[in-house]
């Protein structure tokens, strides 16, 4: 295990196990502040929710863009697409859709602060190791929603995950003969393929309160086909393995090792479970509970940076929420308002070690245009604690996004049904 300054992306938890996940920052979406089930993003509507996408009048197309920023205490930055969104309500009762967004960051550089010194040929030659990983998985979801009645709602959503990621472990080497610099080598890549099933129920027992519920379970558990490359010694100090005339040995007289299927890498278990009560007109306060449970393993012959996963994470947040109101026809009153604090608790495989994060979120999201386009803009701040070996994290997140409604694509379906 390689202890020292790190680089890149996230933090820290970008070298457990497969990375970051998605789902354990802070936002999903700028439209849905700390909520995963329960709607925030619009009256009883939650992007990520399908059994609440029936409540929807048009078809949506929202997209999502988050930065991030991790104090570690060394400053580390990364932005992306953090999800997309394409959402085809049918008639009131029912409704399809599509989504992609990332489901583990995997980027992290990992230096030993620490350097062996020894005495070779006369000469003195300092030794550092080195650990870099890049890449991550990302996630395809095709879901439904159904609407049985008035009070009770179904859905659905399949998760198909694919991605690759490539390893390289290094021994740097540094002292006053030519031959001392540089370093030895070794590199990796995984592929990844998977699938999952996740279940959800919403119930309105009394017209100012819902409950929902969640259940995921992988229909096959994420596998990785692993290959490692030959050792090599990096003379002019690229970190890539040069054809003829530069590295050692040379690349046409050594092959990769075959292909090795690492089996159920990733076989996640969550339950989420929350509750919607509206305790004014057009405000809301929602409470979701969720907990995760790792029943897969890495196996030995991945190389991992930081020999550990996270294995079990809790977490409960609360939100307050003020809602536009659609009905009247001022500028002021297309705002909406959200805020919520939330608490993770996470546990480490290995080392037993436990990691804390409590933090706060602000958004404000504005809806124009006769159908209700909407942009959101989402602020999370968060404190990471380590019960033991690591730095506190400050993480800033800021998520904007925009979803675009469609009236035409309803009207030429209710003409051609009709």
């Not at 350097?115 to 095709?142: E, H």
């Amino acid at each position: 295990m390689l202890i020292g300054s790190l680089n890149y992306g996230q933090g820290i938890v970008n070298g457990f196990g497969l990375g970051h996940f998605n789902s354990s920052q802070g936002s999903m979406n700028a439209g849905q502040c700390l909520n995963r089930i329960l709607p925030a993003f619009q009256t009883g509507v939650a992007l990520s929710n399908p059994a609440t996408w029936p409540n929807l009048k048009f078809t949506q197309l929202s997209l999502s863009y988050s930065a991030i920023k991790n104090s570690v205490p060394v400053l580390n930055e990364y932005s992306g697409l953090s999800s997309g969104h394409w959402i085809i309500p049918i008639k009131g009762r029912a409704a399809i859709g599509f989504s992609i967004s990332p489901y583990s960051n995997q980027n992290i550089a990992i230096t030993d602060t620490a350097s062996t010194k020894m005495i070779a040929f006369g000469d003195t030659l300092s030794l550092q190791r080195g650990y870099r990983r890049s890449g991550g998985i990302t996630v395809f979801k095709v879901g439904s929603g159904l609407s049985l009645n008035k009070k009770i709602n179904l859905g659905a959503k399949l998760h198909f995950l694919f991605g690759s990621s490539r390893q390289s472990e290094s021994l740097l080497m540094n002292g006053s003969a030519s031959w001392m610099s540089g370093a030895i080598i070794q590199t990796s890549r995984m592929r990844y393929s998977g699938s999952f099933l996740q279940g959800y129920l919403s119930v309105n027992p009394i017209k100012s309160t819902s409950i929902m519920a969640a259940v995921k379970f992988s229909i096959n558990p994420l596998d990785g086909l692993y290959r490692q490359y030959f050792l090599f010694y990096d003379s002019n100090d690229n970190g890539y393995h040069d054809s003829y005339h530069y590295d050692f040995p040379y690349p046409v007289d050594v092959s990769p090792l075959d292909e090795v299927r690492l089996n159920k890498i990733h076989s996640p278990i969550e339950y989420t479970v929350g509750v919607d009560q509206r305790i004014s007109p057009g405000t809301n306060v929602m409470v979701e509970l969720l907990s995760y449970k790792e029943n897969g393993r890495i196996p030995e012959e991945l190389q991992l940076g930081i020999n550990d996963f996270v294995y079990s994470s809790n977490s409960a947040s609360i939100g307050l929420i003020k809602f536009p109101d659609d009905l009247s026809v001022s500028w002021t009153d297309k705002f909406t308002f959200r805020s919520g604090i939330n608490y993770r608790s996470q546990q480490l495989k290995f080392s037993d070690i436990s990691i804390t994060e409590m933090g706060y979120s602000l958004g404000i999201g504005f809806k124009f245009g006769a159908v209700g386009n909407q942009i959101d803009i989402n602020y999370y701040a968060g404190l990471r604690e380590y019960s033991q070996s690591y730095d506190s994290e400050i993480i800033h997140q800021f998520e904007a996004g925009i979803s675009l409604a469609d009236i035409w694509f309803v009207k030429r379906r209710q003409k051609r049904n009709g």
